[in-house]
């Protein structure tokens, strides 16, 4: 069933807490595993043999998303799916090994980590928005906002890697609003996905707000409550500022 309310002066005094997507909503998602992408290949050609074919960051991504179809991995954790996606792309190379790929698994993560950055714009705005309302997050990710630099401002963090729902299903959103001790009604969903944040959010009840930094516009996979192009534009759009 799908849910949508557009926010008012009246509904927004109704609002009581305010849930975010993680990657490419808080912080560059995109930038960090590219860049982690990179250094793997580069960790992997340390270990391979010189006339090894150590395949490209396009071929490793590929390989990784190729996961997603294969029905022995539904349910894995990402962590199981990237250590795979590591394993196939070092053994193309030769490289092979339990030990060999859990530490290439362990470099890639601390790589992604390291080259991951908050938004600009992503502090400020919580730092306004969590004055008035509880702030917490819904991700399909497996990284704590506290390994990104972001301790305090969040109530609670639902990452599906670990729970058996993922969005947009809405089991999600009502387990973390059983947890934050809210009700999806009077909640508002911010994401930069319309197949996984927007109709998540809007087949939960919850008013759903697409985060669209590209420019992309009116789609028909889904249709927002309302649409910002900034984490900045959110507390204007909530009554604040």
Do not use: C
């Not at 997507?21 to 960090?32: C, S």
């Not at 590929?62 to 990237?82: M, V, W, Y």
């Not at 319309?194 to 759903?208: E, F, H, K, M």
């Amino acid at each position: 069933m799908l849910f949508t309310m557009k926010l008012t002066p009246e509904t927004i005094s109704r609002i009581t807490t305010i849930t975010f997507d993680a990657d490419d909503t808080l912080w560059d998602f995109e930038v960090g595993m590219w860049a982690a992408l990179h250094q793997l290949r580069q960790d992997i050609i340390e270990r391979a043999d010189e006339i090894a074919q150590v395949p490209s960051v396009e071929d490793m991504n590929a390989t990784r998303r190729s996961l997603d179809e294969e029905p022995e991995f539904q349910g894995e954790t990402l962590s199981a799916l990237r250590r795979e996606a590591i394993r196939r792309s070092a053994g193309a190379a030769g490289v092979g090994g339990s030990e060999i790929v859990d530490e290439l698994f362990e470099l890639y993560i601390s790589a992604r980590l390291e080259n991951t950055t908050l938004y600009p714009e992503t502090e400020p705005a919580l730092a306004i928005l969590g004055e008035r309302f509880q702030l917490g997050v819904i991700t399909n990710a497996d990284t704590q906002p506290s390994a990104m630099g972001l301790s305090g401002q969040f109530s609670f963090a639902v990452l599906a890697d670990t729970e058996p729902f993922h969005k947009p299903d809405p089991r999600i959103f009502q387990y973390a609003a059983s947890i934050g001790g809210y009700k999806l009604e009077r909640s508002v969903h911010v994401g930069d996905s319309l197949v996984t944040d927007v109709a998540g959010a809007n087949n939960a009840g919850a008013v759903s707000v697409w985060l669209d930094q590209h420019g992309i516009g009116n789609s028909e996979i889904a249709v927002a409550d309302h649409t910002i192009a900034s984490l900045s534009d959110l507390p204007g759009l909530l009554g604040i500022g």
